[in-house]
Nanobody
Framework: QVQLVESGGGLVQAGGSLTLSCAAS????????MGWFRQAPGKEREFVAA????????RYADSVKGRFTISRDNAKNTVYLQMTSLKPEDTAVYCC?????????????????WGQGTQVTVSS
């Protein structure tokens, strides 16, 4: 069982930056690949970024590539999402998720544990 708690969301102007954090409970954090997903009002949930158990491998959605960076600190049981050059279309609730599978995936189906999410609002 893994419990995930996100923090760091807020209101920011377009072009600004935010860093989200996701703290995980339990002693097996390094056994999970971690992902970030987002859902805007009236839209389906979409993949944002993921990194492997060691953090060496990463994957990004095309819409955030070059602007967002996912990282993790296994000693602190925490995964981060650094967001720069934010756009109004990045406005959404951002959730972190944990996947026990051996491969890095952007499919929500393979993530077993989810946080409650944190709101990110980007004003124009």
């Amino acid at each position: 069982q893994v419990q995930l708690v996100e923090s760091g969301g807020g209101l920011v102007q377009a072009g600004g930056s935010l860093t989200l954090s996701c703290a995980a409970s339990g002693r097996t954090f390094s056994s999970y690949a971690m992902g970030w997903f987002r859902q805007a009002p009236g839209k389906e949930r979409e993949f944002v970024a993921a990194n492997s158990r060691s953090g060496v491998s990463t994957r990004y959605a095309d819409s955030v590539k070059g602007r967002f960076t996912i990282s993790r600190d296994n000693a602190k049981n925490t995964v981060y999402l650094q967001m720069t050059s934010l756009k109004p279309e990045d406005t959404a609730v951002y959730c972190c998720a944990a996947s026990p599978g051996p491969t890095l995936t952007q499919r929500a189906l393979y993530y077993d544990y989810w946080g409650q999410g944190t709101q990110v609002t980007v004003s124009s």
